[in-house]
């Protein structure tokens, strides 16, 4: 019986060693190098902070003019889609 006792360590210290070895070639996760590239995000947390207007509502709203001039040529066109019908 005490055969298959040292089997099972050799396999462990062997699974152990390749796990070490891989660890060491394969270097940090990708999750892990994002967190540490990016701490503005958590320094901006909207729940740890006080309510900004410009932060919270007004940061996406910007346009230029000429996408400005283009969301005003669409929706003067929308007012001519039912103009057509008659309904009495």
Known sequence: ????????????EKSKKMKEAIEK??????????QKSNP???EDDPSARA???????????KIN??????????????GSRFSSAKYL
Not at 1 to 12: I, N, S, V
């Open 1 to 12: 019986m005490p055969q298959p006792k040292a089997e099972d360590q050799a396999a462990a």
């Open 25 to 34: 070639s394969r270097g940090s996760t990708l999750y892990n190098e994002h």
């Open 40 to 42: 503005r995000e958590k």
């Open 51 to 61: 309510f900004d207007r410009e932060k919270d509502i007004a940061g996406g709203m």
């Open 65 to 78: 003019t000429t996408q400005r001039k283009e969301l005003m040529q669409k929706a003067s066109d929308f």
